[in-house]
């Protein structure tokens, strides 16, 4: 399975983005999908990630509220609309197939990997 993550770029802050996940290969529709940041000089964190169908979804407390996932299972896409972004939100953006259906929260329960799209905001 080879995963494909990109809509990053440059926006002002309280601008929107909406990053895009797909995968080749093999489809990822019947496992979860996490998309999960790394900024520079500190360790990749959880963003937020959905199951299978849809049906379970986990947020990141740090972006709750102005992110929001969502997956296409018909086109294999998953989705990660981010709104009123803010500085602290820069970073490379990673998404990631489950090793489950369901939506984990830990970069070990994930084994396959994006090469990441950056998102930088400025302020």
């Known amino acids: 399975v080879q995963l494909q993550a990109y809509g990053g770029g440059l926006v002002q802050a309280g601008g929107s983005l909406r990053l895009s996940c797909s995968s080749s290969?093999?489809?990822?529709?019947?496992?979860?999908v996490g998309w999960f940041r790394q900024a520079p000089g500190k360790e990749r964190e959880f963003v937020s990630s959905i199951s299978w169908n849809g049906g379970s979804t986990s947020v990141a407390d740090s972006v709750k509220g102005r992110f929001t996932i969502s997956r296409d299972r018909v086109k294999n896409m998953v989705y990660l609309q981010m709104n009123s972004l803010k500085p602290e939100d820069t970073a490379v953006y990673y998404c990631?197939?489950?090793?489950?259906?369901?939506?984990?929260?830990?970069?070990?329960?994930?084994?396959?990997w994006g090469q990441g799209t950056l998102v930088t905001v400025s302020s």
């Open positions: 990631a197939s489950a090793r489950s259906s369901t939506a984990p929260a830990t970069p070990f329960s994930y084994n396959y």
């Open positions: 290969g093999r489809t990822f529709s019947n496992n979860g």
